[in-house]
Each structure stands twice: as structure tokens, then as C-alpha cells.
């Protein structure tokens, strides 16, 4: 099979849940009545991503992991990859070490989403979206609004969001993934939560009236 940039990939030829992986699945299917475990189809396939990083560096699903997911919730292979192929949030592919998701809806995009895809493209020589690097740390995909729109841009690396970003930011980060550092996630203007910049400015006392 090949890339949207033109690197070939195989599929693997099997896949089995590790003791891992099937712990976490055993506690989700728990959570459903007997004969309702397609429920869990989203978070068993999490769960083979996540497996799949640990075992290879990178984070997907292939074919095989969808059929193993469908054995395990008895489900028809179909209604897995139905469901594996309409979320972003499920790479079919192989991605880098570091997957990063830039959102470009209206909010980021007045504050500054350009400037972040750019950076980005700067620091990692990728080109295109869905592109991974050259050298195999990177790979960059555009995303829908990621729900952080009050601390806007937002850049998703793999699981965590890093808001309030900007292009020297940006450029700080993919420094430090490179080096093996994991930045803490949140808001890189050190704003507190969704408050404003420069800090609250309401509530910013916890004394009450004394009790009559």
C-alpha cells in the first residue's frame, strides 16, 4: 500500500490483543450489558492504537487490528472499519513518532493557525498535509475544531493539546520532542485554565461575607 506522499506501507500480516490491551478491553465490555459489546468499538479501537505505539512508534490501526476488535466484540469486520475510517481520531496509516494536528477552523484561524501550520512546516520539512517527515518523527494532518476555541490556536500532538500558540512556540516544541522531552500540555501563555489573558479578573477572592 502506499502514503498520500507517496511512501509505501505494509500492512501487517496478523495482530492479537497483548495482556495490556486485553485487561483494559476486559474492564470496558464489563461496562455493557450481555449482547451490547459493539458499544465498546471506539475504545477497543483506541486500545489497538495505543498498542500499536508501543510496539512499533507509531500510532495506528491497521487491517488486522480492526478484525481482531470486531472478533472481540463480535462484530462483522465491516462495522469496524465503518467506524475506523470515519474518525480522525483513527489513523489507518502509519504516522511518525510525534502526530501533529493542526486545527485551521474560523477561531484558530483569526488567532493565528497559519503561523502554527507554517512553524510546523519550517521545523519538520513537511510539505503537505498528511505528509510524515523524512525522518520518520513527524507526521502533520489538518483536523476539525478540537473544542479549546477560547485559547485558540491549538496544536494536538498525538493525545494532548497545546494552546495558545504561536509560531516561535511551535518551534520550541518540536525542539524539545525532538530532544525526547514531553512539555506538560495545556496552555503555553500560562494562562489559567480558559481565563483571560493577563488572568482573571473576576473571582478573584475566596473571602465571603461572615455568616449573621
Request: with cysteine.
Amino acid at each position: 500500500m502506499t502514503e498520500s506522499n507517496g511512501s509505501a506501507f505494509e500492512q501487517p500480516a496478523s495482530f492479537a490483543f497483548d495482556a495490556e490491551s486485553e485487561a483494559e478491553i476486559a474492564k470496558i465490555v464489563a461496562r455493557y450489558p450481555e449482547g451490547r459489546q459493539a458499544s465498546a468499538v471506539i475504545p477497543a479501537l483506541y486500545i489497538a492504537q495505543r498498542q500499536m505505539k508501543r510496539q512499533t512508534g507509531s500510532a495506528w490501526v491497521p487491517v488486522k487490528a480492526m478484525d481482531a476488535v470486531g472478533a472481540r466484540l463480535g462484530m462483522a469486520p465491516i462495522r469496524v472499519y465503518e467506524v475506523c475510517t470515519f474518525y480522525f481520531m483513527f489513523n489507518t496509516k502509519p504516522v511518525g513518532t510525534y502526530h501533529l494536528q493542526v486545527c485551521t477552523t474560523t477561531p484558530c484561524w483569526l488567532r493565528g493557525s497559519d503561523q502554527v501550520t507554517e512553524a510546523c512546516r519550517k521545523a519538520t520539512g513537511i510539505k503537505g498535509w498528511g505528509e510524515t517527515s523524512e525522518d520518520g518523527v513527524f507526521t502533520m494532518t489538518e483536523v476539525e475544531c478540537l473544542g479549546a476555541c477560547v485559547n485558540a490556536p491549538i496544536l494536538q500532538v498525538d493525545d494532548d493539546f497545546y494552546e495558545d500558540m504561536d509560531a516561535e512556540k511551535v518551534t520550541a516544541l518540536l525542539a524539545a520532542l525532538r530532544r525526547g522531552e514531553r512539555p506538560t500540555p495545556g496552555s503555553m501563555a500560562g494562562r489559567q485554565t480558559s481565563a483571560p489573558d493577563g488572568g482573571p479578573t473576576t473571582l478573584t477572592s475566596l473571602q465571603f461575607a461572615p455568616e449573621a
